[in-house]
């Protein structure tokens, strides 16, 4: 059996900045899992003494905080500014772009729409820039909604294009102005259009990632489509040799935020089931 990685997989530019900030900032505590991948946390408390709290009144005045990627809620923010915490702020500049585009957009005057889960850190943390934000799943989330007449559409930054286009065409015949911004990062392109190339031709794949990354739910969810033989695992304890049986190319893909360690002990732990 061959064994075939993706085109473009794993660490995307702000999770490998994200890393490098919290590397350079030992014995700091970070605000919520700094990415979506309970391994390179593990190893980042290890090694860096890089801790994890979810507790925001954990941070005292002089404490080091790191945002994790996703962001957090601005009133949040702003309460550890005003207890004099060191905030460095591990943001992906993606999603700074849409909190932005939120602050902005509410204060002309637009009711704000969100294309993704209101329950996942970075859309809790993009609504809290608007006056009012929508938070929609599906196009069925947008009928009951009572818009004005000028709209301001976002998107999470992990979600499939396809599915935002579906938003954005009901939205655009039926208002007065309809303000379409693509906040879906260029990594998650590129990733996505990879895993369904792969997938049309692999007869098993392999999709690396934390089982609450919602990048690597994508990526899963478009290997289903092509290769029913897919599975979402988050390290090589997770496989089970009889996937690999009498098949001829195993695809494999990782999420924005599987550092290429944990991919590779994958490979190999597959290559000995298969040698």
């Given amino acids: 059996m061959r064994i075939k990685l993706a085109e473009k997989y794993g660490f995307c530019f702000g999770v490998k900045r994200a890393i490098k900030i919290a590397e350079e900032n030992r014995h700091s505590a970070t605000y919520g899992p700094l990415i979506h991948n309970a391994n390179e946390i593990a190893r980042l408390k290890e090694n860096f003494d890089v801790a994890l709290t979810n507790n925001l009144n954990d941070f005292q005045t002089g404490d080091t905080a790191v945002i994790r990627t996703h962001g957090i809620p601005k009133e949040e923010l702003l309460h550890l500014k005003e207890r004099r915490v060191n905030v460095i702020d591990a943001t992906c500049p993606y999603v700074t772009k849409p909190q932005q585009i939120c602050e902005q957009m509410s204060k002309e005057g637009y009711s704000i729409v969100i294309f993704g889960d209101e329950k996942h850190p970075e859309i809790r943390g993009v609504k809290s820039y608007a006056d009012e934000a929508f938070v929609v799943t599906e196009v069925n989330d947008l009928k009951a909604l009572h818009l004005k007449e000028k709209i301001a559409l976002v998107a999470q930054t992990t979600r499939k294009v396809e599915e935002y286009m579906h938003i954005a065409n009901y939205l655009i015949p039926r208002y007065k102005e309809v303000r379409v ?26 999709v690396i990632g934390g089982k609450n990354s919602s990048n690597t739910k994508q990526l899963f969810s478009i290997a289903c489509t092509n290769c029913p033989e897919s599975y979402h695992i988050e390290d090589e304890n997770d496989l089970d040799a009889s996937w690999f049986l009498n098949k001829r190319l195993c695809g494999i893909s990782a999420g924005a935020s599987t550092p290429d360690w944990i991919i590779q002990n994958v ?9």
């Fill in 267 to 275: 490979v190999n732990a597959i290559e000995s089931f298969t040698s």
């Fill in 181 to 206: 911004f693509n906040t879906i990062c260029n990594a998650t392109f590129e990733n996505q259009e990879a895993v369904a190339m792969l997938s049309k031709e692999a007869d098993v794949m392999i």
